[in-house]
């Protein structure tokens, strides 16, 4: 068993809160996985999600404590429960899942904007400024648009990101159809990396780009076709498979995934399919047991149910 989370909430009146624990676990394509008890170890502890939230209005909230993070698509709230496959694209590594903060949130007709300031991948050091706007085109379509970064310097790794990550700058343009049968996302992300303020010199720089298209055939029956692109800059140093990004300075990665999902009344089944091409790769940063196979191949396969 790899995830089993309950959460506790209450979502009515001035005061509200919202409380999820449990086992999880994260995959992403073309990355080696970790067991269930290391990833909440090296992460977020057995108490990913806690905040208290304070309700003045129907339009404004504000949030203190473990937060969903804004700097990325990939909530911890929706691993199991909304999530089209099993493993994370090319840039989920790249992007934030839990962060420590405060976060006001306000929505005025069609627009939804939030601010935070947070421990950005939860690093204990309180230095990150983020905000994203929502703007609903229509009832089926959303555009997104996400910035971000650490106004300092934190000047460590965690097991939760690299110092490459934890000290760079984040934008993402993000675009959501949700439809009577398809359901699409995609985004464009760039990573300025390990910025500093301290006469604004990078390290170096990461582009993604991926989209996620869901076409449920029946009510218990839909197939995901998931395509990601990741590219790093060739700064020596950038790109490190140990520090969880690419496949040494310059590389470039392209990747494609289906899921198909099956889910009848709490039961569910899927699979996840995916296919990983490397190149301008640094020999022995890629795949196999010497790190030099350009191509890797993954089939996975999810049961469960949900309450």
Same mark, same amino acid.
Do not use: C
């Given at each position: 068993m790899s ?7 209450k ?9 999820e ?27 990913p ?23 990325g698509?990939?909530?911890l709230?929706?691993?199991i429960s909304?999530?089209?496959g ?13 962060t420590?903060?405060?976060q006001a949130?306000?929505?005025?007709g ?5 601010l935070?300031?947070?421990d ?17 085109v229509?009832?089926?379509s ?5 910035a971000?970064? *650490? ?8 097991s939760?990101?690299?110092?490459y ?12 159809y949700s439809?009577?049968?398809w ?6 992300q760039?990573?300025?990396?390990l910025?500093?303020?301290?006469g ?6 990461q ?7 869901n ?26 498979? *140990? ?10 990665a392209?990747s494609?995934?289906l899921?198909?999902?099956?889910q009848?009344?709490h039961?569910?089944a ?18 196999g ?6 191509n ?12």
């Amino acid at each position: 068993m790899s995830d089993a989370l309950i959460s506790i909430s209450k979502d009515t009146g001035t005061w509200q809160f919202y409380l999820e624990g449990g086992a999880y676990n994260f995959y992403v394509v073309g990355q080696p996985p970790s067991s269930t008890g290391n990833i909440i170890n090296a992460t977020f502890g057995p108490l990913p999600l806690a905040y208290i939230q304070y309700t003045p209005s129907k339009n404004f909230n504000i949030q203190i404590g473990k937060l969903p993070a804004i700097p990325g698509i990939t909530p911890l709230t929706a691993l199991i429960s909304d999530s089209y496959g099993i493993e994370f694209g090319l840039t989920g590594a790249q992007q934030q899942t839990v962060t420590r903060g405060i976060q006001a949130n306000y929505t005025l007709g069609p627009v939804a904007a939030s601010l935070a300031w947070t421990d950005g991948p939860y690093s204990n050091r309180y230095n990150w400024a983020v905000g994203q706007i929502a703007y609903s085109v229509s009832k089926a379509s959303t555009v997104i648009t996400q910035a971000g970064g *650490n106004l300092g310097r934190t000047g460590y790794s965690t097991s939760a990101a690299s110092s490459y990550l934890n000290n760079s700058d984040f934008y993402l343009l993000g675009y959501n159809y949700s439809g009577n049968r398809w359901n699409v996302f995609g985004y464009l992300q760039y990573q300025k990396l390990l910025a500093t303020r301290r006469g604004g010199r990078s390290h170096g720089d990461q582009y993604g780009a991926s989209i996620d298209a869901n076409y449920a055939f029946t009510p218990h029956y839909s197939l995901s076709t998931r395509v990601d692109y990741i590219a790093y800059s060739d700064q020596a140093a950038v790109a490190n498979p *140990n520090n969880g990004m690419g496949y040494g300075p310059g590389s470039r990665a392209v990747s494609l995934t289906l899921s198909p999902i099956y889910q009848y009344k709490h039961w569910f089944a899927e699979g996840d399919l995916s296919y990983v091409h490397v190149y301008h790769y640094q020999t022995g940063d890629v795949f196999g047991q010497n790190g030099t196979a350009p191509n890797q191949f993954v089939a996975m396969v999810n049961v469960g149910f949900l309450l």
